[in-house]
């Protein structure tokens, strides 16, 4: 499969693969900050999914083909979150998993990755030398690589988790006129976009400030290493976006907006304060970039909360109205 | 309507009457938490009601009748939910309300109830203090009582919140061999009896070891008031059950437990942690007498996650696993 060759249909099949296999999390409504946006949210609660995120869906889609042809075990990069999904995934298949974190990732999610039975190894803080620990170890060990941008069943399988929220609004007698999703390596806007494709949806991206990795990309008319700056979504660090998903967002996505850390912390604390959700700062960049956007597009709009691995530290840091968080 | 008289077609009347008034609330699923149990845990989020707890449901009943019935407003005594559920449904029928909460409710709670247009007047610590007052106030204002505990519909209210999730159970395929519930005033309980009335589902209350009004009530065969003592699950703090609870619960609550100060603490950041749900104290007792008797009681057991209405600073404190908090 090439970026060019995936369409809807493979959403619809990979929506079917997943069924009874992953949790239809629901879709949350919330008044004060329908208030506070001027529209209708209708937020996609995918920190409730297994594992605490959407990458659940892309790693079972991709494992599973790994499996199938006779893998002797998996290996990934993440900056957290793909790397959970991929060892829930391999468990799945008793298969060993590996995978490769950046040295400052949250303990809460290396906890949950050991959890699963996986073996974790970290790497400087830098997508590029992750991968190059990935490139070593995958030859000494055997096994296959699962990439978290550029494998195309990973982006059909974040592609469900929007596809899901389409229907389950249509399901409610309405009809989204846009979704906003978060972009870190950009297999969740690449994926939005192709569960939208036809539906009339208007895809925004939503990324921070600190790290515009597919703002620059657009501009550039490729994707562009962005100076690595620090940002409390750590799930958003990547510094470049991925070729697969560029080549599928840079066709179809309606905008991307960019977020301050304070608005990201604010979002957050929104998230837990209203809507009674624990999410991770790379949702809360998707809400915040709603909340001040979203009556832009009209007045029923999606938001993919994305996960919700986050560790207890900053959550009391954010509740207690720090918002600038080193 | 007498205690006598109610059963469980009443609830589903009060089902009808409720549709598209207050959300349809998911029920959760969460694998750690079933792997503390033992059991597979169904967990009805009424966190993410209207008003940020199940109390809209009685409230939204009870003063819809008053309403039609001519009413001037509405008064009602609360340790917090129930009063921000009554301030919601005055608004709905323009109607002024008037909400007497003891003067240490939490300060989250009384913000609730005064975006919802209403007076917030506070009143000592105990149920006796708040009555007293109600009683003046009701004579001055010439305003109807909504009472959390005795009001027939609002007890009916309650009981549609666990109507709701034994149904969705059985939609998913299963059917719930026991609920536990959280005991304050005994609404939730009552209601919980009244709605698996039938269903084969064991009904199990869950309250403060602090505060055991239903477990000493049961005992004496009568509501007792039981001594005021501290718990951080503040909506649990009413010192005497309702007797019209009382009444429903003695003849079909299958068993009441009691639970410690730093259980519930521990369930809270379980809830936190694992389910990535915001929930209140009151909401943890129940979530914490499930996590230790679930498998008592068989492998399918709902959780009635009452309400999400809590402090920032008490999550803080929580997360920092300060168990034992003043």
Known sequence: MTEASL????VSRAERELTGRVWRTPVVRCDPLDTIAGARLWLKAENLQRGGSFKVRGALLAVDELARAGSRGVIAQSTGNHAIAVALAAREHRLPATLVLPRDAP??????????????????????????????????H?????????????VLGQATATAELLGQVVAEGT??????????????????????????????????????????????????????????ADGLRPDRIGALPFGLARRSVTSVVTVSEDTIADALRSAFLHARLVIEPAAATALAAALSHAAEYGGEVGVLLSGGNIEPSLVAAVLAGQGRLA
Chains 1, 2 share one sequence.
């Open 142 to 154: 055997g096994y296959e690589t699962v990439d978290p941008y550029e494998n195309p069943r990973v």
């Open 175 to 232: 009809r989204l006129d846009a979704v906003f999703v978060p972009v870190g390596g950009g297999s969740a806007v690449a994926g939005a976009c192709l569960a939208a494709s036809g539906s009339g949806t208007a895809v925004i991206g939503a990324e921070p400030e600190a790290v515009p990795a597919l703002t620059t990309a657009l501009r550039a008319g490729r994707p562009v290493t962005v100076p690595a700056r620090h940002t409390i």
């Open 7 to 10: 369409d809807r249909s493979d």
């Open 107 to 140: 303990s809460t999610k290396i906890q949950k990755i050991r959890d699963a039975g996986a073996e974790v190894v970290t790497a400087g803080t830098l997508l590029a030398e992750r991968t190059a620990v990935v490139e070593q170890l995958r030859e000494r």
